[in-house]
């Protein structure tokens, strides 16, 4: 019993070793491919570090349950192909201990990190959308920071642009060669200033910054609403020596990033608050549906709505015989025509948008629901793969175990993908959405578990990691040659 429980130590100090290195690498790489695909939001709006660095921290816990299911598929090939290597399985195998019994520490390890991401994707996931989405749409918000360059219009400023093409000086406050549209009247560039030069001054705290021009023209445009008056002054224009125009830029200052303005997306929601709010949004759906169509019935005339397998089929031929056979063509064409009308109004594309738009919403926080708990369960199906499949290749380190990581997990995560889009679009049910992606995994799981269980390999698969290894060896080879 005693060797038994050293045993299980050192298989767990086996796996959870690579399993910390792999998942911090893991996340690191996809914390700064989404800081990546931010940075433009970022870029010019004057975010200090403390808030890229808290961004960062929510960014974080959002991806750590994606980190998670890969961590433990590629830990699990590493760990078995290691012991498989080095013929430590061999000497375990010899002593009569089954590799049920061996990976049985990893199986409840695995279990707990799976309770771990379901906690994560149920509590801390949400609340760290709740916190980044809301920190991402003030940044996007937020007014471009106050700095205005050389050599081309500047239009940060609300209602005006501004052009100069030199900015010097002590404080480099001083401006030459200076253009201004005034748009404040929002009539287009009606005003316009130029000046041989100009000074900004601005006191702290203040929201105005006093624009100081010398040596100008004034020139407006005027544009009454009687015509006879714009044709007597169609233009008032000036020279001057000292202008001074006090911009209002208070807009600059008064960005509060801490505001949360947004707080019932589909991914804020805790799983009890998702089923509490799904029963809801599909009422309201299926009063949506049942208001178009009586809509519908109000705009023809019609006393009932029938499905089109039950309309009565002789609702016309009595109606028509009240009439003369002119008349009965008429009223038929007028029908067709009126039927026709709704028929186009029902199939634009603004109607088709919105059925589409209200439909994709409740898709989303359906979706949503049953992925957390495919998500959770992806830890212990990808152990079940990365395992067996490890004590087969018998390769251990971070080369081949990688490449076959990298495999099982990018088909994991776009038949996934691809399960959520089709599901969004009403293509499959939400259930089946979220479960494809395990669904098709599955398979592979149970046949690589029987064959490691058997002590059989997969036909083909030692050639093929043969090949594989005299590749890298080559390539590698040929690159410590050419250096």
């Known amino acids: 019993m005693f060797k038994l429980k050293v045993l299980d130590k050192y298989i767990l100090k086996s796996f959870i070793k690579p399993f910390l290195a792999t998942f911090f690498i ?240 589909y991914n804020m929601l805790s799983l009890k608050q998702l089923k509490d709010t799904l029963p809801v949004m599909k009422l309201d759906y299926d009063e949506f549906i049942k208001n178009r169509a009586k809509n519908l019935a109000l705009d023809v005339n019609a006393n009932q709505l029938y499905h089109s397998d039950s309309i009565p089929k002789r609702i016309v031929q009595p109606f028509l015989c009240n009439f003369e056979d002119r008349t009965q063509i008429e009223l038929l064409e007028d029908a067709s025509d009126k039927v026709q009308r709704r028929i186009n109004n029902i199939y634009s594309e603004s109607s088709k948008s919105r059925f589409k738009r209200e439909r994709k919403v409740l898709n989303l926080y359906d979706n949503e629901f049953y992925n957390r708990i495919a998500l959770s369960l992806a830890c212990l199906l990808l152990f079940f793969i990365g395992a067996p499949l490890g004590s087969i290749i018998k390769k251990g380190g971070m080369g081949l175990p990688m490449v076959f990581a990298i495999l099982i997990y990018v088909t994991y995560y776009f038949s996934n993908t691809l399960g959520k889009n089709m599901a969004e679009e009403s293509t499959i049910t939400s259930f089946v959405g979220s479960w494809i992606a395990t669904l098709l995994m599955l398979p592979l799981a149970i046949f690589l578990t029987n064959r490691a269980t058997k002590d059989k390999s997969i036909g083909g698969l030692n050639s093929l990691i043969t090949r594989i290894s005299k590749f890298f060896k080559k390539l590698f080879t040929k690159r410590t040659i050419t250096k």
């Not at 760990?79 to 000497?91: D, I, Q, S, T």
């Not at 287009?188 to 929201?207: D, F, L, M, Y």
């Not at 006879?228 to 020279?239: E, F, G, L, N, Q």
């Open 26 to 265: 893991i996340l690191f790489i996809l914390v700064m491919q989404a800081l990546w695909m931010v940075f433009a939001s970022f870029a010019g709006k004057g975010v200090t570090l403390p808030i890229i660095l808290k961004f960062l921290w929510y960014t974080l816990l959002v991806i750590a349950p994606q980190a998670f299911p890969i961590g433990v598929l590629l830990s699990s090939i590493m760990c078995l192909g290691n012991l498989a290597e080095k013929y430590e399985f061999a000497a375990i195998k010899s002593a009569g201990i089954s590799l049920n019994r061996l990976i049985r520490p990893l199986v409840i390890l695995t279990f707990f990190l799976s309770i771990l991401n379901f906690v994560c994707l149920n509590y801390v996931y949400p609340y760290a959308m709740h916190k980044q989405i809301n920190l991402r749409m003030n940044i996007k918000h937020k007014q471009p920071a106050l700095a205005l360059v050389a050599g081309g219009f500047n239009t940060e400023i609300p209602n005006f642009q501004i052009k100069f093409d030199e900015k010097y000086g002590e404080e480099n406050n001083l401006l030459k060669n200076v253009v201004i549209y005034d748009l404040s009247k929002r009539q287009g560039n009606n005003k316009i200033i130029t000046a041989e030069n100009g000074e900004i001054t601005s006191k702290k705290g203040s929201r105005y910054m006093t624009l100081k021009l010398k040596n100008g023209h004034f020139f407006e445009h005027h544009i009454p609403e009687n015509y006879k008056k714009r044709k007597r002054m169609p233009a008032s224009y000036a020279d001057f020596d000292e202008y001074t125009i006090n911009v209002d830029v208070s807009k600059f200052m008064d960005d509060d990033l801490s505001k949360e303005n947004y707080n019932k997306y």
